[in-house]
């Protein structure tokens, strides 16, 4: 008979009614559309780069690598354990979905076509209990090294939410200035949810608007002392502050990139920097553990792990953080 154990981890509530004024973008020259389904992307045309101009193509004779688990390349050792420390200060925010929660169980216990967590011998269930789900992607802009933006991509991690994001780095052409044409203000984050037609700036408003609308209403701890929230997500992004935040010129895709990932993972934070500098919107699939969508990704690829990158633009899908970026710096930058 196979010894259990199990972990539960609580939340703390808020006793305020949640009040939304619900706004709705006027209309602008650039279009940004987002369509839910299983089979249908997000959709991004600009003004600035029509789709019809652009070339986009992987480098020539590239191969996705075979994933390698628990191995780091040599050369981004210094930039993981950078990326690490936010784990610290952050508490492992953003790590484990709502209502997390796990239980060790025999291996026949698990089917070998479900993911578990599995080492050494040693198999771990784990689980969560998420809120409603909502039909389209939430749509955020912000960038990587904010540590206001950064509390959001922690709510929505925990709340275990897919994110169409927008990046919004320093001197980008598209989205900031979108940003500004919808608010009527160029800060960030900038959250649009186009199942509600809620609209709004102010990370803690988002925080505790996402947290009514797809969770139980509690905000996580770490996510609620106000002055010393927002310190601690400056202290974490101190090893890594001139990523994800100014501008490299780049190739504007037709569709978004696809990013299986999480907050709290190093190895998925180096992806995400690239990803803002070169200004590339990219649909995030939140999988923090606990998260369902680790079983989805493990029956689609017979193997879980993140970061998981799918480029609907070249047909390229891919494990491994090093040649994600490598692959990406190579198709995106101009």
């Not at 897919?162 to 800060?187: A, E, H, I, T, W």
């Not at 998925?268 to 999988?287: A, D, G, Q, S, T």
Request: proline share 10%; charged share 20%; hydrophobic share 35%.
């Amino acid at each position: 008979m196979a010894a259990s154990g199990t972990l539960t981890l609580s939340q703390f509530s808020l006793h305020k009614p949640l009040s939304f004024p619900i706004t709705k973008p006027p209309t602008s020259r650039i279009c940004i559309r987002a369509m839910s389904g299983e089979n249908s992307s997000p959709s991004v045309t600009t003004q600035q780069q029509p789709p019809s101009s652009l070339s986009i193509s992987p480098p020539p004779n590239f191969k996705p690598p075979q994933p390698k688990r628990f191995i780091i390349r040599p050369d981004k050792r210094l930039e993981i354990l950078g990326a690490s420390l936010s784990l610290f200060f952050r508490l492992a925010t953003g790590v484990f979905a709502s209502g997390y929660s796990f239980s060790f169980v025999s291996q026949d216990q698990v089917p070998s076509d479900e993911y578990a967590f599995r080492l050494s011998g040693i198999t771990v269930k784990e689980t969560s209990k998420l809120g409603a789900r909502p039909e389209k992607p939430i749509e955020i802009y912000e960038f990587e090294s904010c540590p206001f933006c950064r509390k959001v991509r922690e709510i929505v991690a925990v709340l275990d939410l897919d994110v169409l994001f927008y990046p919004c780095p320093r001197n980008s052409p598209n989205f900031r200035p979108k940003v500004v044409q919808m608010g009527g203000k160029q800060q960030f984050p900038y959250m649009v949810d186009p199942n509600t037609g809620v609209s709004m700036y102010e990370s803690d408003e988002i925080i505790r608007y996402l947290v009514g609308t797809y969770g139980d209403g509690n905000i996580p701890l770490t996510l609620s002392l106000g002055f010393l929230t927002s310190l601690t997500c400056g202290l974490a992004m101190l090893s890594r502050i001139t990523k994800g935040t100014t501008y490299t010129p780049a190739k504007l895709p037709p569709k978004p990139l696809k990013l299986w990932a999480y907050e709290g993972s190093p190895f998925c934070k180096i992806v995400r920097e690239v990803l803002v500098e070169l200004e590339l919107p990219h649909l995030l699939i939140n999988c923090a553990r606990g998260s369902p969508k680790r079983n989805i990704l493990y029956q689609k690829k017979g193997h879980f792990q993140v970061p998981f990158l799918e480029d609907p633009n070249t047909g390229i899908e891919m494990f491994e953080s090093a040649e994600i970026i490598e692959y990406i710096r190579a198709t995106y930058t101009l």
